[in-house]
């Protein structure tokens, strides 16, 4: 068994699931890795997104799939590729994302740089390496003359990252018919897999008054800001940290100059929640809201909105087929939870069982000490592979 990081995997049992050797399945990701991080692809940025979808979809077809394009104006395209099973039965479902938050030339180059065992690039954590890794398995499969065991479905969208907008509808649709649900998201950085994520909702709150003079007429305005400020403080009081509940006021503004009492102020507010019935409350909490100044005015508005993953009997059923066959590749799978929301949490809100995070190990998710470690690539196509064959 060689260990890298953490627990390792044996690396002989993955070059025999595979069919292919160790060195050879880590070159092949790896490259495929590089393609996709060399067309940079930040959220909204149409033309960018299109052309790498256009590049994943052939890339798809050529590992034996059906796929079908969904333009999303202004965002990009989104992708259903689909390839049959060995039985005919409800499909296994797997999403992954293209867009990036890395406005173009972030990382100076986008050619994927390696450096010691890791490999850094934008969005090469979130979440192009898995996206990478499911193609592979895919192409695989499909060279051996093989079939997974259930239909699969591959979802590959273009706006995780600002909120799914354009996707959510035909995310929520494929996850109802869906028999599980597999997210190569990056994984926990002890490789974990992630079996409870927090629900995210955003608001913005807008309070009104009355613009005037704040040295010569104070008295005939009336002022967004304390209006604000007062919303603020009950905004806050909602949070339960005993529940997982919690509340972050992320940016605000108010105002025209120091010396006028604003008429309009606002804030975004940031909602985290471990248990689904946190987020009704929050909500209603919120849309609720009333002036303290009766003169003023206080508007609401949800901006997004994800519900939890929670670690139902149905998740913990995927977690330990996905740790037997990570045993049988020399790797103890771990699991975890993150206060981060990803597509795995709608289909979770429908009703599907979702195993998120079989991305690979690494770190620095959204910033520019993104990386993934190169030696884990290998064990976790084994593992994308082995659930494809036995879910
Ligand atoms: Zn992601």
């Known amino acids: 068994m060689n260990t890298i990081y953490g627990p390792g995997h044996d690396r002989d049992a993955v070059a025999a699931t595979l069919g292919i050797s160790w060195d050879d399945a880590r070159r092949r990701v790896l490259a495929r890795i590089g393609t996709y991080v060399a067309q ?154 992630k079996t409870r994520r927090k629900g995210v909702a955003t608001y913005r709150i807008e309070t009104t008054g009355q613009a005037a003079h704040a040295g010569i007429d104070p008295g005939l305005g009336i002022s967004a800001s304390q209006e604000l400020a007062h919303q603020l403080v009950d905004v806050f009081a909602l949070a339960d940290h005993a529940r997982g509940t919690t509340i972050n006021v992320g940016m605000m503004g108010a105002g025209t100059a120091t010396n006028v009492i604003p008429a309009k102020a606002w804030a975004t507010i940031d909602v985290r929640i471990a248990e689904p019935d946190e987020g009704e409350r929050i909500h209603t909490a919120l849309m609720a809201l009333q002036p303290h100044d009766p003169r003023a005015k206080v508007q609401v508005q949800r901006t997004e909105h994800r519900g939890p993953l929670v670690r139902t009997a149905g998740v913990v059923a995927l977690y330990e087929h996905a740790r037997g066959i990570a045993a049988q590749l020399g790797h103890d799978l771990g699991e975890g939870g993150t206060g981060g929301g990803s597509d795995g949490s709608l289909a979770a809100a429908v009703g599907a069982d979702v195993l998120d995070g079989l991305g690979p190990r690494g770190a620095g998710a959204h910033t520019l000490d993104e990386h993934i470690i190169v030696d884990d690539l290998p064990f976790r196509l084994a593992l994308l592979c082995g659930l494809l064959k036995t879910l």
């Open 40 to 193: 940079e692809t930040p959220s909204a940025h149409q033309e960018l997104l299109d052309a790498l979808a256009s590049v994943v979809a052939d890339d798809l077809r050529a590992a034996g799939a059906t796929v079908t394009s969904d333009p999303a104006p202004g965002l990009g395209t989104n992708l259903v590729a689909e390839v049959p099973g060995d039985v005919d039965d409800r499909p296994v479902l797997l999403f992954g994302h293209l867009d990036t938050v890395h406005p173009v030339g972030a990382f100076g180059t986008n050619e994927l740089r390696l450096e010691g065992d890791r490999a850094i690039g934008p969005g090469v954590y979130d979440m192009k390496a898995g996206v990478a890794l499911l193609v592979e398995a895919l192409t695989l499969l499909h060279e051996r003359g093989e079939r997974p065991r259930r239909p699969v479905r591959f979802l590959v969208t273009c706006d995780e990252e600002i909120g799914s907008h354009s996707s959510r509808g035909i995310i929520e649709d494929h996850a109802r018919q869906a028999a599980a649900v597999l997210v190569p998201e990056p994984s926990m950085p002890d490789g974990g897999v």
